[in-house]
């Protein structure tokens, strides 16, 4: 009995750390900070054709796609949702945890500028991103 009890928290205590694990931390491969200060840290995502990240989480961001993107988020307790976006869409994306994945035959590239307020903090959930309202006409 005992030892299902410290199987049981050892596990517990592991989902959750992967639950709330820094991009950069966690997967490297396809996230770099770009530039980092009290206020922002802004992340350069590269995701290769068919690639996955793994599950990690982000506070309240915006979104300035590079290329075109076709992909998928894995969220723990919503369903997955598909993405397509364009070279140039800008977005705000409240924070989150997920997993992403490129589902096209093409890289995609992607710079996160993510918010460090203590308001961003709190805001963390698992709603989808939204596409914001450009100011260039967009």
């Given at each position: 009995?005992?030892?299902?009890?410290?199987?049981?928290?050892?596990?517990?205590?592991?989902?959750?750390?992967?639950?709330?694990?820094?991009?950069?931390?966690?997967?490297?491969?396809?996230?770099?900070?770009?530039?980092?200060?009290?206020?922002?840290?802004?992340?350069?995502?590269?995701?290769?054709?068919?690639?996955?990240?793994?599950?990690?989480?982000?506070?309240?961001?915006?979104?300035?796609?590079?290329?075109?993107?076709?992909?998928?988020?894995?969220?723990?307790?919503?369903?997955?949702?598909?993405i397509t976006r364009k070279a140039g869409e800008v977005l705000w994306t409240p924070g989150t945890v997920h997993l992403p994945e490129n589902v096209s035959d093409k890289p995609f590239e992607v710079i996160l500028v993510e918010l460090k307020s203590k308001s961003a903090a709190k805001n963390v959930d698992n709603r989808p991103a939204t596409k914001a309202t450009s100011t260039n006409g967009n």
């Open positions: 009995m005992r030892k299902l009890l410290v199987s049981t928290l050892f596990f517990l205590c592991m989902a959750s750390a992967v639950m709330a694990q820094d991009p950069v931390q966690v997967d490297s491969k396809h996230y770099k900070v770009e530039f980092e200060n009290d206020e922002v840290r802004v992340l350069r995502v590269k995701v290769g054709p068919k690639e996955k990240s793994v599950m990690h989480q982000h506070p309240n961001a915006v979104a300035i796609f590079l290329t075109d993107a076709t992909g998928r988020f894995t969220f723990p307790k919503d369903p997955a949702q598909d």
